[in-house]
């Protein structure tokens, strides 16, 4: 695995066969909270937003 540059164990992969071959490619991990998601975050620090109530006819 440390081939494929997957150092986790509960990896997972996608397999596709097309002509004959089989491939098999690590599958990154998607973020599951915002922490996740925004952790390698390198940007300007982003601002806090106030939502505000309806302006028109939205539903709820």
Known sequence: M???GVSDVEAT???MAEAGK???TP???MPTTLEEL???YDGPP???YEWDGPQGRELL
């Open 2 to 4: 440390s081939e494929l």
């Open 13 to 15: 992969f996608e397999l």
């Open 22 to 24: 089989m491939t098999l």
């Open 27 to 29: 599958k990154k991990k």
């Open 38 to 40: 925004f952790e390698n």
């Open 46 to 48: 982003l601002e806090k």
